[in-house]
């Protein structure tokens, strides 16, 4: 009998993500916050330290993350976070003359890529409204995770 376990551990997943990041010396964060009516997934305050190793961050930041489960489309939370910001492109845009405004997608994959046919994901057009209002690039972070190899029959 086969291990399902084992079968699953082979199969091709995508998990996904969309980030909206402001980042700069000086930010009010607690206006952000309030401003757009999202409270931040994360920040960063520029002299203060975090993570295990307590590194020094030379920055400040304000970080939110798509409320969309991350097995959901890439489509959905590019949406869900253009949504939630929408009614505020011009804050951003006046944060943008002075600070970093950015938003991310992540795309986090098993798979062998360009050896595997599952390997194509589409975005929706209607996506991509976010990042022409915003003037802003489309970053993609593509992750490959290594698959427990199948063993020879």
Known sequence: MSNP????????????????????DGLDLDEISRTLGLAPNNISQKGKRYGH????????????NS???KE?????????????VRPHIGYLLGLKQKFEVSVSVHV?????????????????????GLFAELGI?????VTI?????????
Request: proline share 4%.
């Open 67 to 69: 409320p969309v489960g």
């Open 108 to 128: 986090n994959s098993n798979s062998f890529w360009f050896k595997e046919y599952h390997t194509l994901f589409e975005v929706d057009h209607r996506c991509m």
């Open 53 to 64: 190793a307590q590194t020094l961050c030379d920055f400040d930041a304000w970080y939110y």
């Open 5 to 24: 376990s084992a079968h699953n551990a082979n199969a091709v997943s995508f998990h996904f993500g969309a980030s909206l990041l402001i980042k700069g």
């Open 145 to 153: 995770t290594e698959r427990v190899k199948e063993k020879d029959g």
């Open 72 to 84: 959901r489309p890439l489509d959905e939370h590019i949406v869900a976070l253009y949504d939630a």
């Open 137 to 141: 690039p489309l970053r993609v972070f």
